[in-house]
């Protein structure tokens, strides 16, 4: 903190200053010891019918500006999507898992990477666009997961109603409103799971999830099963995207050696509860269609 900030008669900044003993670090240099433990941003609790304000009005660090030429609040909204974790890890013990930039940023680099036979086809800029765009609404809305009881008709309308706040009310008087309008469409071409684009990056969204399923299995060290998510590669749609998937199983095979371990993609008979089966269906029942074979 600098001496000018000290100096200027705020009470809040010079109560941190007097307070926060010198730290040493490892090489010598010395600090100021944390007060605050400003990284952690809880999970917005509105009461009664979901709505943006509501949530807005839990921002501890203030409502974005709106209506302004200045894309600055929309900037501050995205941080958000650095520290709102990815729920369904919780359930098992993972608080301090990925967040949801964190996963949107892995499925860009792989969008990048589109076999041949898919490459051609594609618009691969969209593509790594709408990767990063197409779980943007999870600033406010939070991560919502197939087993939190929220029905799918109410998680879109707080995503789309999320997705305009952003667009319009932050972004409606940057550039034209150009930027904002071209993000709400790229989003919605993800909902609406029309084209191509949309069903390869809903298949990167699936595999992306299966990479962090494998990795916080081996990380566990063969003590944490995670297997109930492997449910989604039953819902990979492209060839291509299912070929990578099958290769991810493999290996996921290979680590767990023939001990016991649930096949989420197998349903129940993989070891997946009936009523948790319920539940995932249900949640990408509005998803691409996988192919019959």
């Known amino acids: 903190m600098s001496p000018s900030v000290a ?44 709505t943006v304000e509501k949530v807005l009005d839990t921002i501890s660090t203030g409502k974005p500006a709106e209506g302004s030429s200045s894309p600055i609040g929309y900037f501050h909204i995205l941080e958000r999507l650095k520290t709102t974790k990815r729920e369904g890890w919780r359930r098992f013990g993972i608080q301090r898992g990925e967040s949801i930039s964190d996963h949107m940023y892995r499925m860009s680099l792989i969008s990048m990477c589109a076999p041949p036979s898919l490459a051609g086809k594609l618009d691969l800029h969209k593509c790594m666009k709408m990767c990063l765009i197409h779980d943007m609404a999870e600033s406010l809305v939070g991560d919502i997961t197939p087993v939190d009881g929220v029905e799918k008709p109410e998680k879109s309308r ?12 932050l ?3 940057f550039e ?20 191509l684009e949309s069903h390869y990056v809903h298949d990167i969204d699936k595999l992306e999830l299966l990479l962090q399923m494998v990795e916080y299995e081996k990380r566990g060290q063969g003590k944490l099963d995670l297997g109930e998510f492997a449910y989604v590669k039953t819902r990979i749609v492209l060839d291509e995207v299912q070929a990578w998937a099958e290769d991810l199983m493999k290996e996921r095979e290979a680590f ?34 996988p192919k019959d074979k």
């Open 7 to 50: 100096e200027s008669g705020a009470d809040a900044q010079e109560t941190v200053v007097s307070i926060a003993p010198q730290v040493v670090s490892e090489n010598g240099t010395k600090g100021q010891e944390p007060v605050f433990d400003v990284d952690i941003v809880p999970i917005p609790k509105v009461e009664g019918p979901w």
């Open 256 to 289: 767990w050696d023939g001990h016991a371990h649930v096949h989420g993609d197998e349903g129940v008979e993989g070891g997946v509860a009936p009523e948790k089966l319920s539940m995932q269906t249900a949640y990408y029942a509005d998803g691409p269609k």
């Open 171 to 173: 972004l409606g008087n």
């Open 158 to 169: 707080r995503e789309a109603t999320t997705m305009d706040y952003i667009t319009k009310r």
């Open 176 to 195: 034209g409103g150009n930027v904002g309008e071209d993000i709400r469409a790229i989003w919605q071409e993800y909902e609406d799971s029309q084209t």
